[in-house]
Structures are given as structure tokens and as C-alpha cells.
């Protein structure tokens, strides 16, 4: 069974870092994509970073590039989201999410038609301007 738990949110001004961290269970062994995604109120859910570990390969939303930085401790199974330059339109839910797939699957664009198999509840992320 795949569990993800989030962690790391919280309210900080404009300019501001910010680490989200994914704790991730079931998934050791196999090959998987990983991904955050977040929403805010009434917008749609979007893909912000996602990664293949097996590969090291990462795709950024273009609205992060620069600034989000996708990683994962595959010693623990933990996803981080290292978040700098904080604006407000930053604001939103940040949800941790994975699917069992292969490497070339992994973009945001393919996950965005395709989706991800398992989720997290999510971790509120707050930025004052």
C-alpha cells in the first residue's frame, strides 16, 4: 500500500524559502515517477515539479523555474520541494503525488492528461505579500 504524508508548509512573506517534504511508503524497489502539484482556490490543479529518480531526470513548471528545486533522499523515500523567491501567487494547497510508470512519463505535461495513481492530503502553503 502507497502512503505519501506532506510536511513543510506554512505562511511566509514575499521573498521567502519554504521546504516541503514528502515521506513516502510502498514505493521502495519499484520505478515510479514523483511529483508535487498544487491549487489554490478556484483555479485549476497544477503540476509544479516532477522527478524520476531512477534517471535523476526533473521537469519544472515554468511559473517555478528558478526558484522550485525538486528532490528526493532515495535512502528514505522522502520528496522535497525547495521553494525560494516566494511570491503570492504562490499560494496554495501542495500536494505530493506518484505513479508507477517509466521514465519518459514523467514530464507534467504527460501527467497532466495521464495523472498520478496516488496522493497525498496536501500541506498549505501561505505567502504574504
Known amino acids: 500500500q502507497v502512503l505519501l504524508v506532506e510536511s513543510g508548509g506554512g505562511s511566509v512573506q514575499t521573498g521567502g524559502s519554504l521546504r516541503l517534504s514528502c515521506t513516502a511508503s510502498?514505493?521502495?524497489?519499484?520505478?515510479?515517477?514523483m511529483a508535487w502539484f498544487r491549487q489554490a482556490p478556484g483555479k485549476e490543479r497544477e503540476g509544479v515539479a516532477s522527478?524520476?529518480?531512477?534517471?535523476?531526470?526533473?521537469d519544472y513548471a515554468d511559473s517555478v523555474k528558478g526558484r522550485f528545486t525538486i528532490s528526493q533522499d532515495t535512502a528514505t523515500d522522502t520528496l522535497y520541494l525547495q521553494m525560494n523567491n516566494l511570491k503570492p501567487e504562490d499560494s496554495a494547497m501542495y500536494y505530493c503525488?506518484?505513479?508507477?510508470?517509466?521514465?519518459?512519463?514523467?514530464?507534467?505535461?504527460?501527467?497532466?492528461?495521464?495523472?498520478?495513481?496516488?496522493w497525498g492530503k496536501g500541506t498549505q502553503v501561505t505567502i504574504s505579500s
Open positions: 522527478v524520476y529518480p531512477d534517471f535523476l531526470t526533473t
Open positions: 503525488a506518484t505513479t508507477f510508470t517509466f521514465p519518459q512519463y514523467c514530464s507534467l505535461a504527460y501527467r497532466k492528461t495521464a495523472g498520478m495513481d496516488y
Open positions: 510502498g514505493i521502495t524497489g519499484r520505478s515510479y515517477c
